[in-house]
Each structure stands twice: as C-alpha cells, then as structure tokens.
C-alpha cells in the first residue's frame, strides 16, 4: 500500500509516465422486443425479456497526472491479450518513455509469462523492461485510481443494454473522447501518513528483539 502511495506523490515526469490498469467484463444483452420511446407523459419501456450476447472485456488506461485515459476492448481476457495491451501502452501511447510507472492489480495474468506467450523472448523482455510494476495489496483495489475510472465508465456509458461488441467499442471511444477533453488530472489526496493513521489497525505491532 506503501509503494503505490508514494509512486503517487512523484511529480510529472514525462520520461517515466505513472499509468494505473484495470479491467473489467461487460454482459452483453441485446432486446426481444424494441423499446417503446418517451412520448409525452410516458417513459420509454423495456420488456424484462432479453437475449444473452456472452460478454466484452475493458482494458482501461489511466495516467492521472495528465488527465489521459484509454480503453480497449477485447472479446476476451486471456494473458495474450494482457500482453497485447500492454505492448500498445508502450509502444503506442508512451513510445518515448524510459519506462513506465504502472500500478496494476495481481490477476494471474499480470505477469512476464502473459508477454513471453505472445511474443518472441527479445519482444517479450523489451516491453517488460520498459515496465515499473506497482501490484494492489490484497484486498487494496481501491488503490487503483483506474479502477474509479472504471466506476466512472459503467455509470456514465455501459449502465444499460448494451447488444454486441461493436456497440460498447464505439460508445467507450466516445466516453473516452469526451472524458479526456477536460483533461483533468486527478488529486489524490490521500498519503502515506494518512494510512498509518487511518489504517493503523492494518499495520503488524512492531516486537521487541529478543533479549532486549
């Protein structure tokens, strides 16, 4: 918890980027009937029925401090596609950074195998080696300024029926377009200080050496 509370205090540097990830799946629900629209002194009506269209996966980009994100959407969440999108994150949006700061949860496939499954070992080891990985504690994913991004996303865009994949692709690029015009970067607020004092519960007592 530590490490990424301070990987937050560091100022902006462009040659070293600080980049949160997350991910998260989307049901996708196409209708059986079409919709009724608003009409005066009505709301628009859904029938209760729907169809099962199996399910999207987000990968979501954060770098806080410029007031950047990006998602990409995939038909699945399998390490070759872990290792995809990060292979865009160094190559597409920070191809000059000496390395990337990035915070990211401990899903099993968060790891140099998901790389080295996808690609030759001399790609494999050049992406990795432009990564600083932060991994969430357990039960720490609220550490993770991408996942309140993601909170924001399914609030703002994915709250509905959504049908295919198709669909989620083009109304998240518009959610990304729109979020990322504002261009505001996050305050965190809350510091290492903060939790040995808040969260003081959670630190080990420290014991005395023995025969002191």
């Known amino acids: 918890m530590e490490d990424i509370l301070d990987a937050y205090t560091r100022p902006l540097d462009p040659t070293h980027p600080l980049v949160c990830f997350d991910e998260t799946s ?22 209760t029925e729907y169809e099962r269209h199996g399910t999207a996966n987000l990968f979501l980009f954060t770098a806080p401090l410029l007031g950047w994100r990006e998602v990409k959407v995939t038909a699945q969440r399998t390490r070759t596609d872990f290792a995809h999108a990060m292979r865009d994150l160094v190559d597409i949006h920070f191809p000059t950074a000496e390395r990337i700061v990035l915070v990211l949860d401990n899903l099993n496939t968060h ?102």
């Open 26 to 47: 989307k049901q996708l629900v196409g209708e059986v009937r079409t919709p009724l629209p608003v009409i005066p002194g009505h709301p628009a009506c859904y029938d």
């Open 111 to 212: 790891d140099p195998a998901s790389l080295y499954q996808a690609f030759e070992p001399a790609e494999a080891k050049r992406i990795w080696d432009k990564l600083e990985l932060h991994p969430t504690p357990k039960h720490g994913s609220w550490l993770n300024i991408a996942e309140i991004e993601l909170s924001v996303l399914g609030r703002q865009c994915l709250d509905r029926r959504i049908p295919d994949k198709t669909t989620v692709t083009t109304e998240v690029a518009a959610w990304v377009s729109d979020r990322n015009a504002d261009g505001a970067a996050v305050e965190w607020r809350f510091t290492t200080n903060d939790a040995r004092i808040k969260l003081k519960h959670l630190y080990p007592v420290p014991q005395p050496a023995k025969g002191s």
